[in-house]
């Protein structure tokens, strides 16, 4: 599925923790990743030096790990450079770290995400690091919507990463609210999640038991966004997998959106993926 993989470094400490997700995706897939730091501009600063030693360190951690390595040092705009080497070397995914900017501002307005989501010609997962500490997830929270693209994409990048760390996955779908879930969640069994979910997520789950990777399935009733952090933080994940939204423009104006609402108040790690 994936056969080379690259990892994005700049002077920030959540990247080189990004780059090590992509690490460990790359010994779960027999893949070569591919570490780049880029000096924007032209400019070698302190910066830089910082993102260069960085990659060292990844280096000699991909050499330990029996994963070949490759390490590529260059000048420019990030997002560009990024582009290019992705389509030189015919990457299969890119892992680049959220910037400050993109939890601040409108997630799609003019932010460096929104460039790498546009431009790269692969798959892209960005990843926000919210504990330095916890880069080893047991517990992946996966939300799932009733429409999902790419199915076998997300579900086969969900199982090689809880694989890669033996995690447990929990899949997660938040209904519209309905009178008769007022009273709370509601927990399902197996043969009522077939009677219940939608057709993409039971082909979701399919591809899922193909991994043979553990995983539990939970519905609830809410706002998406919301319910999703709140989730998160009750039962303690380390980690949350979503896909990146590609709801319209309007539509984002008149209801929010999922993605952003999770990107603020993530209280674990997070990616977010787009195939």
């Not at 920030?12 to 591919?34: D, H, T």
């Amino acid at each position: 599925m994936y056969r080379k993989i690259l990892a994005a470094v700049n002077d920030q400490v959540n990247s080189e923790v990004a780059a090590r997700y992509a690490l460990r995706l790359a010994k779960e897939a027999n893949a070569r990743i591919y570490f780049c730091a880029i000096a924007e501009n032209g400019i070698a600063g302190k910066g830089f030096r910082t993102a260069e030693d960085a990659v060292k360190r990844l280096s000699a951690r991909a050499a330990e790990l029996g994963v070949p390595s490759d390490c590529i040092l260059e000048t420019g705009k990030p997002a560009a450079q990024i582009a290019k080497i992705a389509l030189a070397e015919d990457i299969d995914i890119v892992f680049a770290a959220t910037r400050h900017e993109d939890v601040q501002k409108r997630f799609y307005a003019r932010t460096v995400s929104k460039q790498l989501l546009l431009s790269l010609p692969c798959s892209v997962a960005l990843v926000r690091v919210v504990h330095m500490g916890r880069i080893h997830p047991g517990e992946i929270l996966v939300p799932l919507k009733a429409n999902i693209d790419h199915i076998t994409d997300r579900a086969g990048f969900t199982a090689m990463l809880a694989r890669a760390f033996n995690a447990k996955v929990h899949l997660f779908h938040v209904t519209e609210p309905m009178r008769k879930f007022f009273h709370g969640e509601i927990h399902l069994t197996p043969v009522e999640w077939q009677d219940t979910i939608p057709p993409d997520i039971s082909r979701y789950i399919s591809q899922i038991d193909g991994y043979g990777v553990e995983h539990e399935r939970k519905l609830v009733p809410g706002i998406t966004g919301r319910s999703i952090a709140i989730e998160a933080a009750a039962r303690r994940r380390d980690l949350i997998i979503m896909g990146a939204s590609e709801r319209g423009l309007l539509d984002v104006l008149l209801k929010g959106n999922p993605v952003e609402e999770v990107l603020r108040e993530t209280p674990c790690n997070l990616i977010i993926l787009k195939p």
